[in-house]
């Protein structure tokens, strides 16, 4: 599923200024057309208001050209019997007159066309009502249908005593095509401008959202390849907003806190391990020196000149020492060859008789060697990819220990630069709490040995650039996998 969050802030940029153009031309269009419809709608109101009150001057008009007496409801048919419609033709509209309850007196047209579009003679109750209680005894009425507008207005006849003789009705249609037609040509004209508008404002989004991004994605960057063990290089950024010197600033000062910090670290890892090591060496030491001391003491105490077999305990004793002194001398050597990294040596070696070689110290019948090719030739040192095969492969074997049917394969193989070896058991296997501790300095699941053997050819392998790793599964067995580049 799409989700907002992975979209980069490059892109969050550039559509929320899209959007936010597009919005405004949709606002300014809506506005516009909204404006235009009023001023058209108040435009005719305010026409319609001139024609009824240019009307109303007219009869007027031709009321006072009669008698006092004879302005009477009764006699308006008779007054208005042509001049109605001289009105009517002047002013452009239909007029309407009633009596006070509403009935037709007289009316410039044959048909009325209210906005029911039903021709009447008589006024509504409803409007007779508003009518009457409007405080400017007036109502208006307008509608609009498709491009025409429909004013109708209702007001009453007053004599020359200011009487009330009855009402007045104005109509007044007015055809609004020629301001549909101006409108759509003018946003037309609009729409250009819009487009020109919406071009200039992707290019303006592209570069800015570039902009406003490309200081971010510098810093971005910058920390992306910080790292803790290396010496990461400060960003020299002169210009920018206020806020992108801010975080510059802010970079910058923990790169040099991270500087001392990792020194600060690796001094406290190189005096941990120093101690680390120091403990392990005085432990292993003092393993041999029990013993001895031991020795020593039941020598010293039944040593007797006279004794018939004093050269034979003699011997024995001398045997004992001699055994734990070369205890001694292989825990420095252990420790010694772990100290110092393997010199890297390039001879030209065919990987499947080295190994094979490696193999051939090992008298167990149930240890199975497997290659792809006669040859596979790599620049390696023999010695040390020696060591590598014959340490896994003891270590496969003291797993296998106790196994009814015990089984070791090991196989070389090439795969395009690399080669491959495999060595597989079918023993207890590693257990998955410890197994991230497997290639630790001094770990080990084995009762004896100091856990030196895996980390040292570990260290050996990578001065190679290769890899070692490994699948297991509890009382199911482990297979050990090292890669080596040919060159």
Do not use: C
């Not at 007496?69 to 509209?93: T, W």
């Not at 040509?185 to 919406?198: K, N, P, T």
């Amino acid at each position: 599923m799409f989700q907002f969050k992975s979209i980069s802030l490059r892109i969050r940029i550039f559509f929320a200024m899209i959007i936010l153009v597009l919005l405004a031309s949709v606002l300014i269009v809506g506005v516009t057309i909204y404006q235009y419809d009023e001023q058209t709608k108040d435009y005719n109101i305010s026409r319609f208001g001139r024609k009824e009150a240019n009307t109303k001057k007219d009869i007027g008009y031709t009321l006072n050209k009669h008698q006092v007496d004879l302005v009477k409801s009764e006699n308006l048919s008779e007054i208005f019997q042509k001049r109605i419609f001289e009105i009517s033709d002047v002013q452009n509209l239909e007029i309407s007159i009633y009596d006070l309850t509403g009935k037709l007196i007289i009316t410039s047209t044959d048909a009325i066309k209210p906005f029911n579009n039903k021709s009447t003679d008589k006024i509504g109750a409803a409007i007779l009502s508003e009518l009457e209680t409007s405080t400017e005894h007036r109502v208006f009425q307008t509608k609009v249908v498709e491009n025409y507008s429909f004013e109708t207005s209702f007001t009453y006849l007053h004599d020359l005593k200011l009487n009330r003789i009855g009402i007045l009705k104005l109509e007044f249609s007015q055809d609004n095509t020629e301001q549909a037609k101006e409108l759509e040509e003018f946003m037309s004209r609009l729409a250009y401008v819009y487009l020109l508008m919406l071009l200039i404002a992707v290019a303006l989004a592209y570069f800015l959202s570039s902009y406003i991004t490309r200081s971010i994605k510098t810093i971005s960057d910058k920390i992306h390849e910080t790292r803790l063990h290396k010496r990461n290089e400060k960003i020299d950024f002169e210009s920018g907003s206020s806020e992108i010197i801010t975080l510059v600033n802010a970079y910058n000062r923990m790169i040099d806190e991270l500087q001392e910090s990792a020194v600060k670290l690796a001094q406290s890892e190189r005096e941990q391990a120093w101690r680390e090591m120091a403990k392990q060496v005085a432990h292993e030491i003092k393993n041999p020196l029990t013993p001895m001391r031991l020795t020593v003491q039941s020598f010293e105490r039944r040593f007797d000149p006279e004794d018939p077999k004093i050269n034979q305990k003699l011997k024995e004793y001398s045997q004992t020492l001699i055994q734990q002194i070369d205890v001694m001398s292989s825990i420095a050597s252990a420790f010694s060859d772990f100290a110092k990294m393997p010199t890297q040596k390039s001879e030209e070696v065919n990987v499947t008789e080295v190994v094979k070689l490696a193999l051939d110290i090992f008298n167990e019948d149930y240890i199975s060697y497997d290659f792809d090719q006669k040859e596979i030739i790599a620049n390696l040192d023999k010695t040390q990819l020696i060591r590598i095969v014959t340490n896994l492969v003891k270590n496969a074997t003291q797993a296998t220990e106790g196994e009814e049917h015990p089984k070791i394969k090991v196989s070389v193989f090439a795969e395009n630069d690399t080669i491959k070896i495999s060595v597989s058991d079918n023993g207890k296997g590693i257990d998955e709490e410890v197994a991230h501790l497997i290639f630790e300095p001094k770990f080990t699941t084995k009762s004896s040995g100091m856990g030196l053997g895996l980390p040292m050819i570990k260290k050996i392998i990578e001065a190679y650039n290769g890899s070692i790793a490994f699948t297991s599964n509890e009382n199911q067995g482990t297979i050990f996998t090292v890669t080596l580049p040919k060159k």
